[in-house]
């Protein structure tokens, strides 16, 4: 991620790939200031990306974004988000969600 050095910086992929037409995915970014205790990662930018027809296609919600970022005790994260589209884009909505991601599991070599 293009984190600025005083900031740490964390995305999230919430969706399935690979994407068949008519789906999409989205990219939650968080990011805190360096040596700030986990509880300090808020989102930065929220991205949605959906295949139409033959293409890609991406908005960003870049209005009243609000999110946050909790570690959970097993090591994975827990998070939720919330944006809205600016006028600029010609479409009109906002966006609110949850997830949780696991913990990567590593193998014993």
């Known amino acids: 991620m293009g984190t600025p050095s005083h900031l740490e910086g964390l995305d999230v992929e919430i969706g399935r790939r690979p994407l068949?037409?008519?789906?999409?995915?989205?990219?939650?970014?968080y990011e805190k200031p360096r040596n700030a205790p986990e509880a300090a990662y808020r989102l930065s930018l929220l991205t949605y990306t959906y295949q139409a027809a033959d293409s890609y296609t991406s908005v960003s919600y870049t209005l009243d974004l609000r999110g946050?970022?909790?570690?959970?005790?097993?090591?994975?994260?827990?998070?939720?988000?919330?944006?809205t589209l600016p006028p600029a884009t010609g479409q009109q909505g906002s966006v609110r969600?949850?997830?949780?991601?696991?913990?990567?599991?590593h193998r014993k070599r």
């Open 97 to 105: 969600g949850s997830f949780k991601v696991a913990a990567p599991k």
């Open 68 to 83: 946050k970022l909790t570690r959970l005790p097993s090591g994975g994260f827990t998070g939720r988000f919330y944006g």
């Open 20 to 29: 068949n037409a008519g789906e999409g995915v989205f990219l939650a970014s």
